[in-house]
């Protein structure tokens, strides 16, 4: 789970101008850290987008901001994807040279030597196998790590993802004790 962790030493003065208004502070800090978590979001989304063979808008639909007070969650969920999902050749069976994929940008096509596909049943998606020992039922269905497992294990992004959220938050709070002092107060 990420933590955004807010620098009050950034915004003191403004939260300084914001006690002569009557619930202005909250206001303030609801807003500025509504645009946050939608920075954040978009911020992860961009950032895994970069480093593997994941759609966009898959990331984006596995993230989910829950609001509570004065607080909020960054929460990702999802489960692991067929490595059919990602860059995969042969698409078609019999897959004689073994599998080929792509999960990572960074680290390019990788080799599955005993990797073979079998057709779904109902779907016809091409589903990657790999046999892991002598019987017919010796085979085990190759599956690639899942979106939030992505963002955990990676602490560059994690990083990128905390600095555009904390970034996003005082930008916000500074804009909106500026408009919140303009008008005279909460309307």
Do not use: C
């Not at 680290?107 to 017919?136: D, E, Q, V, W, Y």
């Not at 085979?139 to 959220?165: D, F, M, R, W």
């Amino acid at each position: 789970m990420i933590t955004l962790q807010i620098d009050y030493q950034a915004i003191q003065a403004a939260i300084r101008t914001l006690q002569k208004f009557p619930g202005a502070i909250k206001k303030a800090n609801k807003m500025a850290l509504g645009r946050a978590m939608d920075r954040m979001r978009t911020t992860a989304a961009r950032a895994i987008t970069a480093r593997y063979y994941i759609k966009m808008g898959d990331v984006r639909k596995s993230i989910s901001v829950k609001f509570s007070g004065t607080d909020a969650s960054f929460i990702v969920r999802g489960a692991r994807k067929s490595l059919s999902y990602f860059h995969m050749t042969p698409k078609k069976a019999p897959a004689k040279n073994g599998l080929r994929v792509a999960v990572r940008k960074d680290t390019g096509i990788k080799r599955i030597a005993k990797g073979f596909i079998i057709h779904g049943r109902g779907s016809g998606r091409a589903l990657p196998f790999i046999r892991t020992g002598r019987a017919r039922g010796d085979i085990k269905h190759l599956i690639s790590p899942a979106i939030p497992q992505t963002i955990e294990k990676n602490e560059e992004v994690q990083n990128e993802i905390i600095n555009a959220g904390q970034e996003a938050y005082v930008k916000n709070f500074e804009y909106w004790a500026s408009k919140i002092t303009r008008t005279g107060g909460i309307k």
